[in-house]
């Protein structure tokens, strides 16, 4: 049986104004993630990828094409129901953390969950602790955010971003701001979630965090220009 696909953006445009200039941010993209994929998009700075990822993380809306997210046009839905599906089914991870420096760890996982009105107290909590152990933090769950290393912030904010049961996690150079062994580690991590099943995206420049990853797409200019999986022979596209 064929995997759900999760997302399906098709000739997805961004163009930003700036005064008379014209920067075309993404050109053309058609990009489809399966249930279960492990997908990174890689390039050079200022090609597209984090303005790829805040679209896809509904971020951000495009110029023109269509985003189909887990079967539904987002583009017909209303700002508050895209903070919703934004919610439920997006878990983000970003390169600076961006976890509340005064509120616990439990709390800073729990704070996403406190805006869906379908969990009760206790399952939010069933939901933080299940996290914490997933990312084995579960030891530092009153700890503060300053009170951790820099890895151990960013497992916290991978707990955060897992808890919610969300269909993906769209990671935002999640290995830029730590160490070779810190890096490691949460490459390590991010593996062992997607092997249980969890949807990974990644975007980076930082090799290390891709060695694992078996599918890779690459953006030049705000363009698709390949589409591989580790293996088998890239699909290139066009650059005209």
């Known amino acids: ?14 163009v930003y104004l700036t005064e008379e200039v014209e920067t075309h941010a993404l050109d053309d993209i058609n990009l489809t993630i399966s249930s279960g994929e492990y997908v990174s998009i890689v390039g050079p700075s200022g090609c597209g990828k984090s303005t790829l990822l805040s679209v896809m993380g ?32 997006i878990g983000f991870v970003f390169q600076s953390f961006n976890l509340i420096s005064d509120l616990s760890v439990e709390a800073n996982i729990e704070l996403p969950l406190t805006y869906r009105k379908d969990l009760s107290k206790q399952q ?9 152990e997933d990312v084995n933090m579960e030891h530092r769950a009153k700890h503060f955010p300053s009170q951790l290393s820099g890895g151990q912030q960013q497992r916290v904010a991978i707990a955060r971003a ?19 062994k810190n890096a490691a580690a949460i ?3 991010l593996d062992e979630l997607n092997k249980k ?3 990974i995206c990644i975007v980076t420049h930082d090799p290390r965090s891709v060695e694992t990853v078996r599918r890779h797409v690459r953006l030049y200019d705000g363009k698709i ?16």
């Open 58 to 89: 509904l971020l951000d809306q495009p110029s023109d094409g269509q985003y189909l997210l887990n079967g539904r046009d987002v583009s017909q839905l209303s700002r508050n129901e895209q903070a919703s599906v934004r919610n439920e089914m």
């Open 162 to 180: 897992i808890a919610g049961n969300p269909k993906i996690i769209l990671a935002d150079e999640p290995t830029g701001n730590l160490d070779s």
């Open 225 to 240: 220009i390949s589409d591989s999986v580790s293996g088998d022979t890239a699909v290139e596209a066009s650059v005209a």
């Open 187 to 189: 490459v390590e991590l």
């Open 197 to 199: 099943g969890v949807t």
């Open 1 to 14: 049986m064929s995997k759900q696909e999760l997302i399906t953006i098709s000739a997805l445009k961004k």
């Open 124 to 132: 939010r909590a069933q939901m933080v602790k299940k996290a914490l």
